[in-house]
């Protein structure tokens, strides 16, 4: 009798004594990705404050340090020093002791007492774009607020107020916007790494030459070698959600089981991805290696640092092919926007294709290059 | 199971004409053997000359470009599956999981074969009796020497009763005595009626083999018993006998003796040289020559081929026809 799947039962109890008896590369490769989401979670506050500021203040008069304490209060501006000649300010910049300096010539109050236009020198480090991006913007809008002040008779409103108001995350909370994400990135580490790992180690040992001469058939010991992982990927799902939203209090908006059914379709990708991977390898450095080329696309590729959005045409086209760009879209969208099933099939049915594609891909690469090798 | 039955029904294995081609390199070149049941058989031949893929051909791993084999009846082009299921394989490095114990490693193997529960119980204690396994079935396959690496492995592959074993270098890297025991074992198991496919490099094992067949670049050169083999008009021409030359000199006593006239072929075999000579030369007349050129010899004797004698012989000879063929 044919059948498909044979030798699956005896692969899969394996594999869970392997994993069993290497309690300690189970145990880190679940305990690594909290602790990068410690790093990421606290650590890192993508809301620019308290930029390091110096100021060489010619002028000295009150209007000067009107504008001043106008600077200090937006909050983005941290003056560290006071000094006396442009060269100190520049030398400051250089030296990495502020990111901006901001000068205010000796006519200054002169000037603005006559209605002329006084000029204010902000000079901005632009070695991290991010920060230069935010110095630009609100010493620009300070400057035309101060200037509409001085126009407008007291009392006036504005012709057209602009009021944003931020969905999702009223609070601008770095890790709300970054966890989700990292979700992805983490599951994908894991998942990927575990497989190739486990497969790999057989071609190593020579098992695997001989496992294709026993009755064993090929979907029978990749699904067998699979499973294990899958449970593992996402009981690691599980502990990511949890620590997010008890640790890092990241509300989810939307509905955990959606969240957790589409995760199915992504570690099913990720496995694959490990499996192909593992057909290619024959060392476990070489397998590292392969794993790497994989996760880096995911993480500068998939929107989860830089927006999709704005990238050049090639490298949007390219992120589409990436599976970690569905599977934050579907993250952020049910953690943050709170949306549904109707919103999301679409990604949960591109990551399905990719993960059978690969999978499919990969078993006729073992036919072909391992098996027959 | 109509193809079966063109299969003579006493062969175990029964190769006709295999071809093994990989774009345009043919690795096996139209190869033809029979395997009886209960023989065991040393199929030798130097490194990349084919072995593997007529092992991969008869398992059902590799398709056969052209020509037929019926592994214990069932023909491996249409039954790859039921061939799986009755024959054993030992690769050289054992093929063990390191981090399971013994008995782990034994029911592992027993369910891939599908054996039932009280089926695979019964076995694996035959087993653990029969290789002497008793004193290690908690231990990590990992902590065992190469000998008992060897035997595990050997066991793992019969749990499931094969009827023919494929062992592909079974004895690469283990001591002299694990080796001695290993063969003992398949004297055994081959007296029950099991039959063997043995790769292996060392000659004395290939003179303990009942039938042994040499490949040499895809071509079999040779295919018989031992002594059918040494008996060869190829190895042993009418009119010829070989000698072994027993000196301490044997590089220069090498070029001269292959200068002499009635001198077939020379090679060195450790301290001594092997030769064939015409009948007409006197082994008086060749330890005269020899000492008259300033070779001490310890010793000459007529000697009775060897299994390497002859593989050498048969080697020469089909790479004088392969450079013939080139020009």
Same mark, same amino acid.
């Given at each position: 009798? /044919? ?16 994993? &069993? ?141 602009? &009021? ?54 090929? /979907? ?11 449970? $593992? ?34 570690? !099913? ?32 590729? +998939? ?11 090639? !490298? ?58 | ?23 345009? !390199? ?53 039954? +790859? ?5 009755? $024959? ?17 490693? @034994? ?38 020497? #190469? ?6 492995? @050997? ?31 398949? !004297? ?13 490099? /060392? ?48 590089? &220069? ?23 064939? $000579? ?15 050129? #300033? ?33």
């Amino acid at each position: 009798m /044919y059948n498909g799947f044979r030798g699956f039962r005896a692969v899969f109890y394996k594999e869970i004594l392997h994993v &069993r008896r290497d309690f300690g590369t189970l145990f880190f490769s679940l305990i690594i990705p909290l602790l990068q989401m410690v790093l990421l979670g606290f650590g890192i506050d993508t809301n620019v404050r308290q930029v390091n500021t110096v100021v060489y203040n010619a002028d000295g008069r009150r209007e000067s340090r009107e504008l001043l304490d106008r600077l200090k209060n937006s909050d983005t501006f941290h003056i560290i020093r006071y000094v006396e000649s442009d060269h100190d300010i520049n030398d400051a910049i250089i030296s990495g002791h502020a990111r901006v300096g901001v000068k205010i010539p000796v006519d200054y109050s002169d000037k603005l007492l006559h209605g002329q236009s006084a000029q204010v020198l902000v000079l901005i480090d632009g070695s991290d774009s991010t920060v230069a991006g935010i110095a630009i913007n609100v010493t620009t809008s300070i400057g035309l607020d101060e200037s509409l002040r001085r126009v407008l008779p007291d009392r006036a409103t504005f012709a057209v107020d602009m &009021r944003p108001q931020l969905l999702f995350n009223p609070d601008s909370r770095s890790p709300n916007f970054f966890l989700p994400g990292l979700t992805a990135i983490l599951l994908l580490n894991v998942t990927t790494f575990l497989t190739a790992f486990a497969i790999v180690r057989e071609k190593e040992r020579g098992t695997l030459e001989q496992l294709f001469v026993t009755p064993v058939q090929p /979907y029978g010991l990749l699904l067998g070698k699979l499973l294990p992982y899958f449970g $593992i990927g996402f009981f690691e799902l599980c502990l990511i959600l949890t620590a997010m939203r008890f640790a890092f209090r990241v509300p989810i908006h939307g509905s955990v089981i959606l969240l957790a059914f589409l995760s199915l379709p992504y570690i !099913f990708v990720s496995l694959s991805l490990g499996i192909l991977i593992s057909s290619k390898a024959n060392s476990q450095g070489e397998a590292m290696q392969l794993a790497f080329l994989t996760i880096l696309p995911s993480i500068f590729f +998939s929107g989860y640092i830089f927006p999709r959005e704005t990238m050049p045409l090639v !490298f949007r086209m390219l992120s589409y092919l990436v599976p970690a760009s569905y599977f934050i879209n579907i993250t952020r969208g049910v953690i943050l926007r709170g949306a549904g099933v109707q919103h999301l099939w679409i990604d949960g049915l591109a990551l399905f294709a990719m993960g059978a594609f690969l999978l499919t891909v990969a078993a006729r690469r073992f036919r072909n290059k391992v098996i027959m090798a | 199971m109509s193809t079966a039955s063109q299969n003579p029904p006493e062969a175990s294995i029964s190769a006709e004409h295999l071809v093994r081609r990989f774009g345009q !390199f043919t690795a096996v070149n139209d190869v033809s053997f029979r395997v009886e049941k209960g023989e065991i058989f040393g199929f030798l031949g130097p490194n990349g000359s084919g072995k593997t893929t007529v092992i991969k051909m008869l398992t059902g791993l590799l398709p056969l470009s052209e020509g037929s084999a019926w592994v214990e009846g069932l023909d491996v082009r249409t039954n +790859s599956e039921d061939v799986r299921l009755r $024959i054993g394989y030992m690769s050289q490095n054992f093929s063990l999981y390191p981090d399971l114990t013994v008995m782990e490693n @034994l029911q592992f193997y027993g369910r891939v074969y599908g054996l039932d529960p009280a089926r695979l119980k019964r076995r694996i204690e035959e087993t653990i009796q029969l290789n002497g396994l008793g004193p290690y079935t908690d231990r990590l396959s990992a902590r065992l020497s #190469g000998g008992w690496k060897q035997r595990l492995a @050997l066991g793992c592959a019969m749990l499931h009763e094969p009827k023919l074993l494929f062992l592909d270098e079974p004895t690469a890297g283990i001591d002299p005595v694990a080796r001695r025991q290993l063969w003992d074992l398949l !004297f055994e198991l081959s007296a029950h009626g099991i039959t063997f496919f043995v790769t292996t490099h /060392y000659m004395d094992e290939a003179e303990r083999c009942s039938h042994v067949a040499y490949i040499y670049y895809g071509k079999l050169i040779a295919d018989g018993t031992p002594n059918s083999l040494r008996e060869l008009p190829d190895v042993q021409p009418d009119g010829t006998y070989r000698v072994e030359i027993t000196t301490p000199e044997v590089t &220069r006593a090498l070029r001269f003796t292959r200068t002499l006239p009635g001198i077939r072929s020379a090679t060195i075999f450790g301290q001594s040289i092997h030769a064939l $000579i015409d009948q007409h030369l006197e082994l008086d007349d060749l330890r005269a020559q020899l000492s008259k050129n #300033g070779i001490a010899v310890a010793e000459i004797r007529p000697l009775a081929p060897s299994l390497e004698d002859v593989f050498v012989e048969l080697t020469y000879k089909h790479q004088a026809l392969l450079e013939a063929a080139r020009v």
